[in-house]
C-alpha cells in the first residue's frame, strides 16, 4: 500500500520559492552571473537561473525549484519536497530568506557492541567482513545506541568528524540520512596511497563495490556524496595531491546518470582523467548481493564502463 505525505499549501509555496543559487552552491556547483541572471550547467548545455525559476535553453523548458530537483536531481515530488524543506544542509534559503535553525553537528551516542549493523552490513546486504572490519576498526563505521541505526562517519585531515551518515538496520527499515550541520566535504570517505579515487553514491555502495574488488583496495581513495553532489570529490583532491583519476560509480539510474555527465565534464574541464563505471543492476550493492557475497570477482567489478 501506497503512502500519501500531504504537504500543507504554505510548505507549497515555501518549497517553490526556494532560491536556486543559494540551493546550488551549497552544493559546491559553479554557477556565472549574466546581468540579472545566473548560469548552471547541465553537462553541456546552459541553464539560466533568476531567484526561484530556471529555464533550460536547449530544450527550451522551466520551471520553479520544485521542478529544478525533480528534473536535475531525479527525485520524485514528495522526495523534491522534503528535500527543499529540509534536506539543504539543515538549512533553508528562499526569496526572501527563511532561515531553519542549524543545530550543532553531533555524533549520535555510540552502542556497546556492533551485532546489528554487523549482521545487518554482512548478513542483509553482503558486505565482506574484513572491509567492515578495517572501518569499524577505525571508528569510521559503528552502531548508535538509541535507535542502532549503521552509523558512517567522515572525518577531516586533522581526524576531527564533520559528517555522519545513518541507515537503519531492521528488517523492514527503509530509513536514511545526515546528522544535521554534517560538512558534505567530509561525508564517509577512505585515503588511499595511490592515483585513483572512486566515487559513490551512498556508504552502502562504496563498501560493496570494495568487497567485490578487494585486491589490494586499500591502496586507493573512496568517498560518498551521500547524494550526488561533488563537494567531497574536490575536497578529496585537494587533500590527496596524489589523485589523478577518478572512477565515477554513481548509481544506474536517470539521477546517476545526469551527475557522471555533470561531474565528468567539470573533471575534464581541470584536465583529471575520468572513467563512469555503471552497475549492472540498480547499485553495487544490488550486484553484490545477487553475487550472495560467495563471488569473487575481478576489478573492475560488473559494469559498463564508459
Known amino acids: 500500500m501506497s503512502t500519501y505525505i500531504h504537504f500543507t499549501d504554505a510548505q ?28 548552471w550547467r547541465d553537462g553541456s548545455q546552459k541553464v539560466t537561473i533568476r531567484g526561484n525559476l530556471w529555464f533550460h ?33 539543515g538549512t533553508l534559503i528562499t526569496s526572501p530568506q527563511i532561515i531553519k535553525e542549524c543545530k550543532p553537528f553531533e555524533l549520535p551516542p555510540q552502542n556497546d557492541n556492533m551485532r546489528r549493523v554487523y549482521a545487518y552490513l554482512t548478513v542483509t546486504r553482503k558486505i565482506d567482513s574484513e572491509v567492515l572490519k578495517s572501518f569499524a576498526d577505525r571508528n569510521m563505521i ?6 542502532h541505526n549503521a552509523v558512517f562517519v567522515g572525518y577531516d ?28 566535504e567530509y561525508s564517509f570517505h577512505w585515503n588511499g596511497i595511490s592515483d585513483r579515487l572512486y566515487l559513490f553514491e551512498a556508504p552502502i555502495d562504496m563498501l560493496s563495490f570494495i568487497s567485490m574488488n578487494k ?15 561533488d563537494r567531497v570529490m574536490w575536497q578529496m583532491i585537494g587533500d590527496n595531491p596524489n589523485i589523478h583519476t577518478v572512477y565515477l560509480c ?26 563512469i563505471l555503471i552497475p ?27
Not at 540498480?282 to 550486484?287: A, I, R
Open 12 to 39: 507549497k509555496e515555501q518549497a517553490r520559492q526556494t532560491d536556486l543559487v543559494s540551493l546550488l552552491k551549497s552544493q559546491g556547483e559553479i554557477l556565472k552571473r549574466s546581468g540579472k541572471e545566473f548560469e
Open 57 to 89: 535553453q536547449y530544450e527550451r523548458k522551466g520551471g520553479d525549484a520544485i521542478d529544478f530537483v525533480r528534473r536535475f536531481m531525479g527525485k520524485t515530488y514528495p522526495e523534491a519536497m522534503e528535500y527543499l524543506l529540509g534536506g539543504c544542509g
Open 142 to 147: 559503528y552502531e548508535s545506541a538509541d535507535y
Open 157 to 184: 585531515t586533522d581526524g576531527v568528524p564533520r559528517h555522519a551518515h545513518k541507515r537503519g538496520t531492521g528488517q523492514t527499515s527503509t530509513f536514511k540520512g545526515n546528522v544535521d550541520s554534517c560538512i558534505p
Open 215 to 229: 585486491d589490494g583496495w586499500q591502496n586507493h581513495s573512496y568517498a560518498t556524496c551521500c547524494g550526488v553532489s
Open 250 to 275: 554513481l548509481d544506474n539510474d536517470d539521477a546517476g546518470h545526469i551527475a557522471n555527465k555533470r561531474i565528468s565534464d567539470k573533471l575534464s574541464e581541470k584536465g583529471i582523467q575520468t572513467q
Open 280 to 306: 549492472i543492476n540498480k547499485d553495487w550493492n544490488e550486484d553484490l548481493t545477487l553475487l550472495s557475497g560467495e563471488r569473487e570477482v575481478e576489478e573492475p567489478c560488473p559494469a559498463l564502463v564508459l
